[in-house]
């Protein structure tokens, strides 16, 4: 039976990005304070007022918004204008109606899905606050103190199973997410995990 320090490692290697040279200013933390980057042309979405950009990718842009009806925060996603064409909005909605089918305790739930005031694609989704799962093991791998105490390989461990439960239903429902890995898997404030990025995911 392997020592606690052999599983230790032996899941974090497992759960790292291949690319050890990406930046981890990249990487998308959900719901952090600041703005990401130039603001991404964005009409008027009914029904909610939007703050602010926190996060950007090569297909699409993500904004913090308040949502009136329910006042509440949410995360808008809308696609990047370099990236439209008629394949890629197909894609996005595809995302979007995927999302819709996996109501899954560890996957991020959709709300709605639309064209703002210049026709173009968003959907909403729930804002999660934390960070991604490489920037979680970016700082174990340092050393980080903080993060050695509060991600112990019983929180990890924990983390695991609830991907792989994640994965278990997509799979039972025909879905591939087809881009796991660490920086598309949010820990949340309150120890909720949530795959991200369905954006490759096939049926």
Request: glycine fraction near 8%; hydrophobic fraction near 40%.
């Amino acid at each position: 039976m392997p020592d606690n320090d052999s599983l230790k490692d032996f899941l974090r290697e497992a759960l790292e990005d291949h690319d050890e040279g990406a930046s981890l200013s990249d990487e998308r933390t959900i719901a952090t304070a600041g703005t990401v980057g130039a603001r991404n042309a964005l009409g008027e979405l009914p029904g909610h007022a939007v703050e602010k950009l926190i996060a950007r990718g090569g297909m699409g842009a993500v904004y913090l918004a308040q949502q009136h009806a329910l006042e509440r925060q949410v995360a808008v996603k809308v696609m990047t204008g370099e990236v439209e064409s008629p394949e890629m909005a197909a894609r996005f909605r595809r995302e979007a109606l995927v999302l819709g089918k996996l109501a899954h305790p560890n996957i991020v739930p959709v709300y709605d899905i639309g064209t703002d005031d210049e026709g173009q694609l968003f959907y909403t989704m729930k804002l999660v606050k934390g960070r991604t799962l490489q920037a979680i093991l970016h700082d174990l791998r340092r050393g980080d103190a903080e993060a050695l105490k509060e991600h112990t390989l019983p929180s990890l461990l924990t983390v695991f199973r609830k991907v792989c439960d994640a994965m278990a239903f997509a799979h039972s429902q025909g879905i591939i997410h087809r881009d796991l890995k660490p920086e598309n898997v949010m820990v949340g404030e309150f120890g909720e995990v949530l795959v991200m990025d369905w954006g490759l995911a096939k049926t």
